[in-house]
Structure formats: C-alpha cells, structure tokens
Nanobody
Framework: QVQLVESGGGLVQPGGSLALSCAAS????????MAWYRQAPGKQRELVAG??????TNYTDSVKGRFAISRDNANMIHLQMNSLKPEDTAIYYC????????????????WGQGTQVTVSS
C-alpha cells in the first residue's frame, strides 16, 4: 500500500519561510517523479515544483527563486519555501508518479492528504 504523508504546514507571516516534507512508504521514490502541487480555495490544483529520478527540478514561474524542492535517501522529499506571499496560501499536496528508464512518466498518480499553508499577517 502506497502512502504519502505531508508535514510542515502552518501559519506564517508574509516574507517568512516554511519547510514541507513528504514521507513515502510502499514505493522507492528513487524510481519516481516526485512533485508538490497546491490548491487554493476556488482554484484548480497546480504543479508547484517537481524533481525527477535524476534530481532535475522544475518550478512554476511564480515560485522560481523562492522555493526549492529536494529529495533525500530516507525516501522523503522536501519543499523549502522562502519569501512567502499571501498568494502562496493553499493546501499543498505531495505527488508521486513512476518514472521509467527512458525518462517517461506514468499517468498514474499517488497523492498525499495535503497540508495547509497559510500566509497572513
């Protein structure tokens, strides 16, 4: 059974920082494209940042230079969020998709339950 468990959300003032973590079980994330998505009230879920099995990263434009995604050897991924803005307020979800040796990525998704990030003064 695959489980993705997020942690680290909370309330932070504008300009502050938060670090999210996602612990995976039931899969070896070394063979997966791992990503963080977010969904704000009334908006569609969007990709925030992703990291391939080769540790190449990609970010949505609005977080470039502020957020950093990483993966470690403990079967976890992390999202360091700096210079947070009110528009970063959302539920943040961990996502995993199998990535094959030819770099193609499965369309089948595993999702975590989400963690709330609120940026407000």
């Amino acid at each position: 059974q695959v489980q993705l468990v997020e942690s680290g959300g909370g309330l932070v003032q504008p300009g502050g920082s938060l670090a999210l973590s996602c612990a995976a079980s039931g899969i070896d994330i070394g063979g997966y494209y791992m990503a963080w998505y977010r969904q704000a009230p009334g908006k569609q879920r969007e990709l925030v940042a992703g990291i391939t099995r080769n540790r190449d990263t990609n970010y949505t434009d609005s977080v470039k230079g502020r957020f950093a995604i990483s993966r470690d050897n403990a079967n976890m991924i992390h999202l360091q969020m700096n210079s947070l803005k009110p528009e970063d307020t959302a539920i943040y979800y961990c996502n995993a998709r199998k990535q094959y040796a030819d770099s193609s990525i499965s369309r089948y998704n595993y999702w975590g339950q989400g963690t709330q990030v609120t940026v407000s003064s």
